[in-house]
């Protein structure tokens, strides 16, 4: 997998290695010598993955990070800290600043090129929801980048995968702080809690006796349930091949013991912070699709979804020789209701009214509210008889009580007229029939109100 990787550093020298390093490796390689020049970079969204120098003059690396993840137009773009720096206090004041990793030099080619393949990875995965989140905006909903961006990582629920006892203890001393802990000794009962359980993280030891850590994080990795889920691993110095094995497998941390309890807290906040990043994502995409085929007043679908699945319905139906009828729906006097009691109390009637609706109708008919106090019915599979009764059934539902208004101080008698049509042989399309439910429904109008009129079959 290829990206374009973003190499900060204010010394040449060390911009041109990097370069040549990457490059050799298929990487799309940008540099930068400042700091706001990377910013600048990123902003225009032309990098995939940051390494960022810590030391550099006027603006270090800490800075840069932090401008990058709290603005929510680059907040998503991975960011490794590359520097000499090797002291704890250092890693932990760059994964504070919102860093994904920290590198220390000279650079072990190997964990940098797992590094940097894993967090574009995790980077084009989210792109897409990203993308898409950015068009919701459009639909009116709030900017998820902002909420995202604010994300704060804590109160995260964490899996611990641990079978030694006194691991186990040291651990949930520091997580449980400010997460809640759970902990699985045997790998495969983890991997069924994992795909039970919603965790925002899982921490994997590569030391289980007599289990494959590895084979875990594969298997989570795999699963539909759990494959969004982040995996850090655990392991000794000594298992550094496999460290990078997962990496390559799809984890997306590491720690070394011995485990210093900051950079845990650290790295596990910058797990948690990750998911639900992605997770807001995706509830906004969610929210925008389900904005674009409903009525947000009542949860009915609207006009658009609408006219596109009673076409294809019109067409399956003629193509097999089924049944089809409509049914046209609409509240008697309902300008009178927005007169007298103001729109609230009209709003209120409007979503009763689809409720009652609703519960008239199979779960395979198709309810939509075509604007104002209209709804249109489509039934698959339904006779001109069939769907007379049905309109029946709905026009006393309506009559059968009063509907409150005024969060419930008063109630108020409502009525519907209903016009109903099927489908007839000559039809071209399902416009016809649209046409002669909504003369049948002008005909309820103007014969009184509160009744069904069926179209004629000739």
């Known amino acids: 997998m290829t990206a374009r990787v973003l190499v900060v550093d204010d010394i040449a020298a060390n911009v041109k290695l990097l370069e040549a390093k990457l490059s050799a490796e298929y990487f799309d390689v940008v540099t930068a010598q400042s700091g706001p020049e990377a910013i600048a970079i990123c902003e225009r969204g032309e990098a995939d ?7 550099m003059p006027g603006m270090n690396g800490f800075d840069v990070c932090r401008r990058l993840k709290s603005t929510p137009s ?4 991975p960011v490794v800290m590359v520097t000499a720096l090797d002291q704890p206090r250092d890693r932990l004041q760059g994964l504070d600043a919102g860093a994904d990793d920290f590198l220390t030099k000279p650079l072990d080619d190997a964990a940098l090129f797992a590094r940097v393949r894993s967090l574009s990875r995790l980077k084009t995965m989210t792109d897409e929801l990203r993308s898409r989140a950015i068009a919701s905006a459009r639909l009116g909903i709030a900017d998820p980048l902002v909420a995202a961006a604010a994300e704060t990582g804590l109160n995260g629920r964490i899996l611990l995968v641990e079978d030694r006892q006194t691991v186990v203890e040291r651990m949930q001393a520091v997580l449980s702080a400010f997460h809640h802990v759970e902990v699985e000794g045997d790998a495969q009962q983890a991997l069924l809690r994992a795909g039970e359980g919603d965790f925002d993280s899982v921490i994997v030891s590569l030391n289980l006796q007599d289990q494959d850590g590895l084979r875990l994080c594969s298997q989570l990795r795999s699963l539909p349930t759990t494959r969004n889920t982040p995996v850090l691993l655990m392991g000794e110095v000594d298992d550094r091949p496999r460290i990078l094995r997962g990496l390559e497998i799809g984890a997306h941390d590491f720690l070394m013991r011995p485990i210093d309890r900051n950079e845990l807290l650290a790295r596990v906040r ?6 639900r990043f992605t997770e807001r994502l995706r509830d906004s995409v969610q929210s925008s699709m389900e904005m674009a085929v409903m009525d947000q007043l009542t949860g009915l679908h609207n006009r658009r979804f609408m006219d596109n699945r009673f076409a294809a319905m019109f067409d399956e139906s003629a193509l097999r020789a089924r049944s089809l009828s ?3 729906l609409d509240v008697d006097h309902f300008k009178a209701v927005n007169d007298s009691w103001g729109h609230d109390a009209g709003d209120e ?9 609703r519960a008239c109708t199979r779960g395979i008919d198709l309810v939509a509210r075509m604007g104002g106090e209209e709804i249109v019915v489509v039934l698959p599979d339904t006779g001109r008889d069939a769907a007379y009764h049905v309109a029946e059934r709905i026009r006393e539902k309506v009559e059968s009580r009063p509907f409150a208004i005024q969060n419930g101080i008063r109630d108020i008698k409502v009525t519907v007229s209903v016009g109903v049509a099927h489908r007839r042989a000559g039809d071209a399309s399902s416009a016809d029939m ?3 439910a909504d003369d049948a429904l002008y005909q309820a109008k103007a014969s009184g109100r509160n009744r069904v009129i069926v179209a004629s079959a000739a």
């Open 49 to 55: 993955i940051v390494l960022l120098d810590v030391m």
């Open 74 to 77: 680059t907040a998503h773009i």
């Open 270 to 275: 910058t797990q948690v912070r990750r998911k």
């Open 326 to 328: 409509i049914l046209m």
């Open 349 to 357: 009637v409007l979503r009763e009214f689809a409720d009652r609706v």
């Open 434 to 436: 649209m046409k002669r």
